[in-house]
């Protein structure tokens, strides 16, 4: 392999780990707004009440 | 990458949540209070003086627990709200546009339209006792709502041609063509003057709370470059 094609596959190698930890943050956002914001478990509807009705997320 | 993602979502959520806890309980909660005095049946509206109701009451004070659950879950959903803006702003860069505090407070304001007025306009911020459809069908609407009109908005500002700004357009109108879950009856004991002082106020609170968010994110996000 010379030098070029290495270069591009660790460009390449890059792109996918960086399209991975974007993926990534996606998925923690939408977990930590599920869980905060619409999961119906009695405990976290109470806790989470106040703030749920404040930012406009179905609630009850 | 990933360390430039987590820093910038954490440090720049964390902070917004505070200001927007602060905000939240400055303009948000003494409604919300308000309105759980008509709620439980201490206050009643339309009664039968034709007087009206008093516009003013009472409202209980500060209550640790309560108002420390609120103030940990506004920092649990802003750092969800900017990790989910963080990805977008990662997203940009590698495509190679420029983020800074200046355009961080479009992504915000981008984020704010996406996650809270795009659904507001099928299900307003709701006080505790208003009417509503079943949950789990609110709750379908209001992730579809979001997740189109974040492509919409998308597609708007990176898309170079009139058939994705056709798309994009789609994106943004299809929600609202469905329409969100409606209620058959509406059972609401709030008087109607607090309902609409609540959602415009929640509406308020989160575009100055997203702005922050975007302008921090863009700060994060170029200290950690």
Redesign the interface.
């Known amino acids: 392999m010379n030098t070029e094609a290495k270069v591009a596959v660790k460009s390449q190698a890059l ?1 996918g ?3 991975l ?6 998925f ?6 599920a ?4 999961v ?1 478990a009695t405990t976290l509807h109470d ?14 | ?2 360390t430039r ?2 820093t910038t ?1 954490i440090f720049a959520g964390f902070i917004t949540a505070f200001l927007a806890a602060l905000l ?1 309980f400055l303009l ?2 003494p409604l ?1 209070l308000h309105s759980e005095l008509f709620e439980s049946g201490v206050m009643q509206h339309f009664g039968t003086s034709g007087a009206g109701t008093p516009a003013h009451a009472e409202l209980p004070g500060f209550d640790p627990l ?2 420390g ?2 103030v ?3 920092a ?2 802003y ?9 977008g702003i ?2 940009a860069s ?1 495509q190679g546009h420029e983020i800074t505090p200046r355009t961080g407070i479009l992504w915000g304001i981008a984020g704010f339209v996406a996650v ?1 007025l795009a ?2 306009m099928g ?6 006792g208003a009417a ?1 459809a079943d ?1 789990a069908a ?2 379908v609407w ?1 992730f579809g709502t979001v997740a189109a009109t974040a492509l919409g908005l998308w597609l708007v500002a990176f898309g170079r041609s009139p058939v994705i700004w056709a798309v994009a357009l789609l994106c943004l109108a299809v929600p609202h063509i469905i329409g969100a879950p409606e209620p058959d009856v509406f059972t609401g004991p709030v008087p109607p003057e607090i309902a609409a002082h609540f959602a415009a106020r ?2 308020g ?2 575009l100055a709370s997203w702005s922050i968010l975007g302008m921090l994110a863009g700060y994060f996000w170029n200290k950690e470059a």
């Open positions: 792109v780990s960086n399209i930890a974007i993926a990534f943050a996606a923690v956002g939408v977990g930590l707004i869980i905060a914001g619409h119906q806790a989470a009440h106040d703030v749920r009705h404040a930012t406009g997320f179905p609630c009850h | 990458m990933l993602i987590l979502a939240q948000v909660q919300l309560r108002d659950m609120s940990l879950f506004t649990v959903i750092t969800g709200y900017a990790f989910l803006l963080v990805a990662a997203l590698e809270q659904p507001a299900l307003p911020p709701e006080l505790p509503a949950v609110r709750q209001w929640a509406l609170v989160g």
